[in-house]
């Protein structure tokens, strides 16, 4: 049996650009404004067998208000950033640039002190895989857009390094479908998210 697993990525709790490492900020009131707005159109994903969300407040609360009463995963937290939590990749970069460009760089790197982008990729995915298929066909996750990203890195089986070609915005979904070290990318119709933008 193949399992269907829809990520929900959480709302946002801060400009883009003022985005944090680890960022532990509940909704904003535009993060609260967007989840509302799309509601409607998310609400369906609550019929899941299964609902996950990150650790983080606001995987939590997107998931709360969505409707789908998730079950807490602390395997889909964020990647542990060490000493920059909470930092902005701006301030990281200020006051440690070669380091920054070091991780950047090399996904086995943790000059931060934290968790290397291989080893957050493979947790992520250990949870993917070890999705119990007998429970039924269909997961939903309300997590971070790292989360995401480290998710459809994994599944695709992609070099590390196109972790940082993958955007994932504020509510969007994304469907994996398969099995423990068989998965797909799933495209469906118009989404909430195209409405949006």
């Known amino acids: 049996m193949a399992l269907r697993v829809t990520f929900v990525a959480a709302a946002r709790s801060s400009p883009l650009l003022a985005e944090r490492f680890d960022d532990?900020?509940?909704l904003d009131q535009a993060g609260w404004d967007e989840v509302l707005g799309v509601a409607g159109d998310l609400l369906p994903l609550a019929a899941a067998e299964l609902r996950y969300c990150s650790p983080t407040p606001r995987s939590r609360a997107?998931?709360?208000?969505?409707?789908y009463a998730p079950l807490v995963q602390l395997a889909l937290r964020d990647c542990d950033m060490g000493r920059?939590?909470?930092l902005t990749l701006g301030e990281a970069m200020a006051r440690e640039p070669e380091a920054v460009?070091?991780?950047l760089a090399?996904?086995?790197a943790t000059p931060h002190g934290g968790e290397s982008l291989l080893a957050f990729i493979s947790r992520v995915g250990g949870w993917l895989d070890t999705r119990p298929v007998e429970d039924g066909g269909r997961i939903v996750a309300v997590a971070e857009p790292s989360v995401i990203r480290a998710a459809l890195v994994y599944a695709l089986k992609a070099p590390p390094s196109s972790y940082w070609n993958i955007d994932v915005r504020p509510l969007s979904t994304t469907a994996l479908t398969g099995r423990c070290g068989r998965w797909n990318l799933r495209f469906d119709g118009a989404s909430a998210q195209r409405?949006?933008?």
Not at 62 to 67: F, I, K, S
């Open 101 to 103: 460009d070091a991780w």
């Open 62 to 67: 997107t998931g709360d208000a969505l409707g």
């Open 84 to 86: 920059w939590r909470g």
């Open 24 to 26: 532990d900020q509940p």
């Open 106 to 108: 090399d996904p086995q």
């Open 195 to 197: 409405s949006r933008t």
